[in-house]
């Protein structure tokens, strides 16, 4: 079965999961394509903490929530600081950080929801987009982590605040958007400590003093850890510095890109 499929809405290209796929769940990973803004973050920026114009990003938002049918309004966007803090949005959030970056959730790198007609959206360029949906208890959930977030817990943590909201874990779905992977992400010795032992198989190589780290694999063997089953999970093929046709590239570009958005609602 494919897990993954890019879909399209006029030039506006966009990557689906196919366990995410369900008549009540919006959800999709950008790609470039679409989008208004200029070179070094030609087409799709949805970032508006990266220098671009605001109202080319704000342009791309709107297109996006075009394309998929949602309230720009009922967006909400949390300040991304490679933390690990999830906050649970309610109604009274809604637009949260979709205009500005001044009200976004402040240092709100995890958001969880249980209500529908609430989109939350946060970005990435090489960092994973870890998405949670538990159609029993209907609650949905949207993470950012790099290898900080990663070795900090950030997806158990997520698990956790699941079950604690009443899901169990063998019930949540993931999916970890396209990033950064082991072909492309060379790290140093700093990295590699903080990774457990019993998790090595993550780092996937060493040449000249740096290691190749896994950054999707570890996210999804800490999801096992925490009581996700293994068909629950679905990983994206792409790596974001292999395809910069596609992805922006915070590594390949030297710092100065755009970023993609993940968004996941539940319907009303
Ligand atoms: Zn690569």
């Known amino acids: 079965m494919r897990k993954e499929e890019i879909r399209s809405a006029g030039a506006l290209d966009y990557l689906v999961f196919t366990n995410l796929l ?24 949805m970032g508006l903490h990266v220098s671009d114009r605001p109202e080319a990003v704000l342009e791309n938002r709107r297109r996006l929530a075009a394309a998929l049918g949602y309230e720009a309004a009922a967006v909400v966007v949390g ?22 970056l001044e009200d976004a959730i402040p240092t709100a790198d995890g958001l969880i929801c249980a209500e529908p007609g609430i989109v939350l959206m946060a970005h990435a360029a090489d960092c994973t987009l870890l998405y949670f949906y538990d159609p029993l208890e209907r609650i949905i959930g949207l993470a950012h982590a790099g290898w900080r977030g990663a070795v900090a817990q950030m997806g158990p943590l997520m698990i956790d605040a699941f079950v604690r909201l009443g899901s169990r874990s063998e019930n949540i779905r993931a999916a970890l958007s396209p990033s950064i992977g082991p072909c492309c992400y060379q790290v140093g010795a700093q990295v590699i400590e903080k990774i457990p032992a019993h998790l090595q198989q993550a780092v996937v190589g060493r040449k000249e003093g740096y290691y190749y780290f896994d950054l999707p694999e570890f996210h999804r ?48």
């Open 221 to 268: 063997l800490l999801l096992l850890e925490a009581g996700l089953c293994a068909e629950n999970i679905v990983k994206s093929s792409y790596c974001t510095a292999c395809h910069t046709d596609l992805f922006y590239s915070y590594r390949m570009s030297g710092g100065r890109t755009g970023r993609m958005a993940g968004i996941i609602s539940m319907k009303w």
């Open 79 to 100: 300040e991304q600081v490679h933390g690990t803090k999830i906050v649970q949005v309610t109604s009274a959030l809604a637009g949260a950080g979709h205009r500005s």
């Open 22 to 45: 369900a008549p009540e769940i919006v959800h999709a990973f950008t790609l470039r394509s679409g989008g208004v803004s200029f070179p070094p973050y030609e087409q799709l920026n």
